[in-house]
């Protein structure tokens, strides 16, 4: 029975979250830490919570894993995930083989929340549709044109179907709730034009216009490749203090080794490169992230793609400025980002593309219909209302509840989500290297004197370097051996001696072949003389990694 009782069926609240933060580390106060990270800008704190086992060593002697949630304010899916994942490894350490052994001998660093400002601004009525963070609040961001807002009173925030001859939509014919496009060439019908809900600043009787969100978007206030001209980068790289907080996060723990950054919408793990091609990634970080990606899709169902190649539709405006990117590209750590859900594939829909900006077609679009009101409701689809709208006069308020049909999954099919995609980030992290002292052995040589040897090896997936960017950056650490002596005196070879980077499974996909990838060492072998000072003299092999850990070996010079 978990000590801590959370349903997973529902999103929550900043104050719900919290109070679930909370109740997690005082009932497993060992294994838990939450901090606060950084406060919003509207003075929220920006929970961090630190899950490992410190009988078996302190957290930054450890490989390390990074989860974080809810960048994007209404991506709401994303922190119940970061949140269930936290829940599962506490309540199941212990009892689960593989969470006990990953909370012994690694820690996870977790930010449920990144975005609270943004989170709370759609979480609740009128449910805004909002990406950035709490530097302004919804209608602030715009000089004039439309400004999106809840002009009937619904508590939800929709569309309006404006009768217009000139329009680009129609009612469907099979159901008149639906707007289909109008054909090229198509006359003699009666026509829409569609635009989110709201009133017009400064309208001029002739054009809607609307300008576009400056709201904020926080994955592309990151130092890599930055750029104003990007949506929401902000003033300039890490101006936002929950990005900047992020960033001094991961520079602070040199030992993460692995990332998942949670995002929605989609059903897709996203990976490298975020602006470049396949053939331009080195081809072994490639074959990487590919068999790393399999695991995850074995396990949730999701496929893996390129960023740069499958979600970016026009090659000349690729993305900048993303965390994921940043982290790879700079700093050599395996890292995905994760879409959660997948309403069009959930609704039996032929996935035709991964960046959709809605339905394609009516069929398509009567699947998601049906779908949405057999499966949301009401909270998901809007019938449409009249409005006399102040500037454009007789209107209909209603449609589609973007984000709770798109953008996030009912809560009966939450808790699934949560707990496959826990699944991989477990996986994920058990790919970390793991550096060990294989052999220890002391040999006595007369007249006090003793040759130590010892070989450390890596027993993870992944080297101890991670990728090959991390060498091409030179931010790859080697991995060292020294020795700690105990009335004892170190007569030959440097005490603390430089292994270098060793290997990992990932290499030896195949048996040896001249005509395969040659293999590097996983195994490396470190000797010294010593004499003893002493009956009681003893010496401790120390290795270190700054990816894959610290282990300790003592013996005594007998």
């Not at 899950?51 to 450890?62: F, Q, R």
């Not at 003793?450 to 990728?467: E, Q």
């Amino acid at each position: 029975m978990a000590m801590v009782d959370i349903a997973f069926d529902t999103y929550y609240t900043y104050d719900e979250m919290t109070a679930h933060l909370q109740a997690l580390a005082a009932a497993y106060p060992k294994l838990a830490k939450l901090t606060s990270l950084a406060k919003s800008h509207r003075g929220r704190d920006v929970w961090l919570m630190e899950i490992t086992n410190p009988d078996t060593g302190p957290g930054h002697e450890k490989p390390g894993f990074y989860i974080d949630a809810q960048i994007h304010a209404e991506e709401h899916a994303t922190s119940a995930t970061a949140l269930y994942g936290l829940w599962y490894i506490l309540t199941n350490y212990g009892s689960d083989e593989e969470v006990t052994r990953l909370v012994d001998s690694q820690v996870f660093y977790v930010l449920p929340r990144i975005n609270p400002d943004g989170a709370e601004l759609s979480l609740v009525e009128p449910y805004y549709a909002w990406c950035g963070n709490g530097r302004c609040l919804p209608g602030e961001d715009r000089l004039e044109g439309l400004v999106p807002q809840d002009i009937n009173g619904d508590g939800h925030i929709v569309n309006m179907r404006v009768p217009d001859p000139t329009g680009e939509w129609k009612k469907s014919e099979r159901d008149p709730r639906l707007m289909v496009q109008r054909e090229p060439g198509e006359e003699g019908g009666q026509y829409y034009r569609v635009y989110p809900e709201g009133l017009i600043r400064n309208y001029d009787g002739a054009h809607v216009k609307i300008e576009k969100q400056q709201d904020g978007n926080m994955n592309r206030n990151f130092p890599i490749n930055w750029s104003p001209q990007e949506y929401g980068a902000g003033a300039y790289p890490f101006s936002e203090p929950e990005a900047m907080a992020m960033g001094k996060l991961v520079l602070e723990h040199p030992n993460i080794c692995g990332m998942c950054a949670y995002h929605t919408h989609g059903g897709i793990i996203l990976r490298p490169s975020m602006l470049k091609y396949d053939a331009d990634m080195s081809p072994r970080d490639l074959a990487l992230y590919k068999d790393l990606g399999a695991v995850g899709t074995r396990l949730t169902g999701y496929p893996v793609i390129s960023t740069y190649e499958d979600f970016t539709p026009d090659k000349t405006k690729g993305r900048h400025g993303s965390l994921k990117d940043w982290v790879y590209e700079e700093l050599g750590i395996i890292c995905f980002s994760t879409e959660l859900w997948d309403m069009e594939r959930t609704a039996g829909v032929d996935k035709k593309g991964y960046l959709n900006l809605g339905p394609r077609d009516a069929d398509t679009q009567q699947k998601v219909f049906d779908w949405v009101l057999d499966n949301v409701g009401d909270k998901g689809f809007r019938d449409w209302e009249h409005f006399d709208h102040p500037q454009l006069g007789p209107v209909e308020v209603g449609g589609m509840v973007y984000i709770w049909s798109y953008r996030n999954p009912p809560g009966k099919l939450l808790e699934e989500i949560c707990h496959n995609n826990t699944l991989f980030n477990l996986r994920h992290a058990a790919a970390a290297p793991q550096v060990r002292i294989d052999k220890l052995t002391v040999e006595a040589l007369g007249a006090d004197l003793f040759k130590i040897s010892a070989v450390v090896a890596n027993h993870g997936y992944l080297p101890t370097n991670l990728s090959d960017v991390a060498i091409e950056n030179k931010v790859a650490k080697p991995v060292t051996v020294a020795l700690e002596l105990d009335n004892a005196s170190l007569i030959i070879n440097p005490q603390r001696q430089d292994l270098g980077n060793l290997a990992g499974r990932n290499e030896r996909k195949f048996n040896w072949s001249n005509w395969g990838p040659q293999w590097s060492p996983t195994a490396k072998p470190a000797e010294w003389l010593v004499r003893a000072n002493g009956p009681d003299a003893r010496i401790t092999a120390v290795a270190t990694s700054e990816k894959g850990g610290t282990h300790r070996l003592t013996e005594a010079l007998a």
